[in-house]
């Protein structure tokens, strides 16, 4: 059976607000509304404030009395991320020829989701994260990328040529190295006086299979849906083929979270969000196959939000990517086990040098990464027990910051600390 991995570009629940029975919260005032029109993720936050360690679980049974906690979790959490959901439309002229090699020109649009984690209401601003492949055509006349795109709120996406619906929208940042965009939305009065709400990235830096997901995006051009699932892979590597064209290939390699929440073209760029409600990661693939079922496949939250922010830093030329950091040095993981903690089962590995570089030894073992600026401000200071969690801590480097990793090197531990020079960037991204 041969496995296709395809790019996606192309059950609504009632509100969740308090229900009677459960507790009278009328009178508590929450951002200036009256308690009886607030939703349990309001009072869900309010407590956090309190505690940041209690669950959305916790938090149900504790102080609502609720027993079917996931479902009426599941509920609120998938409503409030309807409201975090963009259908994107991203158009472009392109140019193909004839049997007599006469240039062909036409207009065509690509159809996929988006996720928005920034918003400013009052100014009617906003970022959306979308996946590169659907604002990016490299049969595309002038530029691969889309200067043309168009997003559109949950209940506003049924009809893409009413463009009283239709929120511009322009990229400011693009990555085919991690198949991610990020679109910028400035003065839009439809944000301004609709519902929408920003989407929190999960801050934790490993998955587990078994967690509840919940994917929301743009399936088949029909408007933003919700379909529920739960994690099979914690992390695996897919190979996509982003090109537009039928003739060329453009394969590139991404680490993903596997799902069986149900997936299809139109859900590239979408978010996959866990039972709190955050962004465990940005869909992207699924696997193609009439042997197939149920095989999607998500950017995990991880990597994405730190590149996020690396995209802020740098801004856009409108042609180049992200210029990211890198060691001088080669590594691998090796010797790896499993641990069954907390009903969980982690996979853990040794992350070994195979290349000197940067003051690093073959055959040094890396157990910790820290990375500060020259100011001594921490941005990274993580265990390193996957390999990914060396990489997708390098995003969040800068020139002039230092990579301090401490490594096992024959029966001792060291600190090796990496000042990051011009020489340890590079941009993978020219499109």
Partial sequence: MKKIIVALISVIIASAAFMGGCVNVSGVDIKGLDGKNASAYEFYELAKSQDPDLTIDEFLKKYLSYTDTQAFAL????????????????????????????PIKKSVASFGSGVITELDKENGDAYVVTNCHVVYNDTAVNSYVSDEIYLYLYGQDDDYNDRDYAIPATVVGVSSTYDIALL????????????????????????????????????????????????????????????????????????????????????????LFNLEGKLAGIVNAKAASEDIDNMG???????????????????????????????????????????????????????????????????????????????????????????????????????????????????????????????????????
């Fill in 75 to 102: 509920q609120g959490a998938i409503n409030r991320s309807l409201m975090s959901g963009v259908s994107v439309v991203a158009c472009f002229e392109t140019v193909s020829y004839d049997l007599f090699g006469r």
């Fill in 297 to 431: 496949y998500a950017l995990p939250s991880s990597n994405v939000r730190r590149l996020v922010e690396l995209m802020h830093s740098q801004g856009y030329d409108g042609e180049t990517g992200v210029e990211q950091a890198y060691l001088n040095a080669s590594f691998s993981a090796k010797n790896r086990k499993t641990k069954y903690e907390n009903d969980k089962l982690a996979i853990y590995e040794t992350v070994y040098v195979t290349a000197a570089g940067d003051g690093l030894l073959a055959e040094d073992a890396v157990r910790h990464v820290k990375i500060t600026d020259a100011q001594g401000n921490i941005y990274e200071d993580m265990d390193v027990t996957r390999l990914y969690h060396l990489d997708d801590a390098l995003l969040s480097a800068r020139l002039g910051y230092t990579v301090t990793l401490t490594v096992s090197r024959e029966g001792k531990t060291v600190e090796v600390p990496i000042t990051l020079t011009k020489d340890n960037f590079i941009n993978y991204d020219k499109i």
């Fill in 184 to 271: 910028k939305v400035e003065g839009s009065e439809i944000l301004r006086s609709g519902t929408a709400v920003a989407a929190e990235f999960d801050d934790a830096d490993d998955v587990y299979v078994g967690e509840t997901v919940y994917a929301i995006g743009n399936p088949e051009r029909l408007g933003i849906a919700a379909t529920q699932g739960i994690i099979s892979k914690d992390s695996e590597t897919i190979r996509v083929d982003i090109s537009s064209s039928d003739y060329n290939q453009n394969i590139k390699t991404y680490r993903v979270i596997r799902t069986d929440a149900a997936i299809n073209g139109g859900n590239s760029g979408g978010g």
